[in-house]
């Protein structure tokens, strides 16, 4: 009798841990990353970081990310892109956007947020995908991290092949992969519903010409 109390205890938490991831999925907004190596989906979560995912967004919407490259990836780490060209010129972008990382969001591995300089309010439109769990990253009430502003839903194997090409060819660029890896278009995924309504610092961390750190 108590193990089918347990059980049915067990069934009902999975099933409410599902029902929040989907409804999670639902209402918040999807970006479908076209690649060279694949496609990544991101589902990004407007509930806890609305000014970022806002900013994210009208650089989709505009083009941006149409041909920019990932031009700064270290395995191990992370994979950033979304601000150069395939032939290394930096791309003009918005007005910066405010720090969102106390919002409860962890540099998870999956997890995509915001490259920026030292100053946290700083990030324009440079991203990164965690490829492992960097909760060194996270920010708190007294120390501002990087705002995590959303997650792969699909194509963590396409981030991962992007991390396993050989790099070093590019003096500037020394953690760019040899062959760039292009953003080829970036589009909402939920672009029909949509249309109705409207990290540079030491070490390993994002920064902005790297925007994402080192």
């Known amino acids: 009798m108590k193990h089918t109390a347990k059980l049915s205890t067990l ?4 099933l409410l841990c599902f029902s929040s991831l989907t409804l999670a ?5 999807r970006v ?4 060279d190596l694949g496609t990544i989906e991101l589902v990004l979560y407007a509930d806890k970081a609305p000014e970022t995912v806002e900013n994210f ?7 941006f990310y149409n041909g920019t490259i990932f031009h700064r990836v270290i395995p191990g780490f992370m994979a950033q892109g979304g601000g150069f060209t395939f032939d290394f010129q930096e791309k003009p972008t918005r007005d910066p956007v405010v720090n ?6 962890s540099n998870e591995r999956g997890t995509i947020a915001m490259a920026r300089t030292s100053d946290p309010n700083s990030a324009t439109a440079q991203f ?3 490829l492992v769990d960097n909760s060194r990253l996270d920010g708190s009430a007294n120390k501002p991290g990087y705002t995590v502003f959303g997650k792969v839903l699909l194509g963590m194997n396409v981030a991962q092949r992007i ?3 050989p790099r070093g060819q590019h003096k500037a660029f020394t953690d760019a992969p040899n062959t760039p890896v292009r953003i080829l278009k970036a589009q909402r995924k939920d672009r029909d519903a949509s249309s109705e309504s409207s990290p540079d610092t030491d070490a390993q ?3 902005a010409t790297g925007e994402n750190g080192q």
């Not at 069934?11 to 999975?14: C, P």
């Not at 967004?57 to 083009?63: H, K, P, R, T």
């Open 11 to 14: 069934i009902a938490a999975t």
């Open 205 to 207: 961390t994002p920064s």
């Open 100 to 105: 969102e990382s106390d919002n409860g969001l």
């Open 57 to 63: 967004l009208a650089y989709v919407d505009s083009g």
């Open 163 to 165: 991390a396993a090409e």
């Open 25 to 29: 999925i639902t209402n918040n907004p």
């Open 128 to 130: 990164f995908i965690n």
């Open 32 to 35: 479908e990353l076209e690649t």
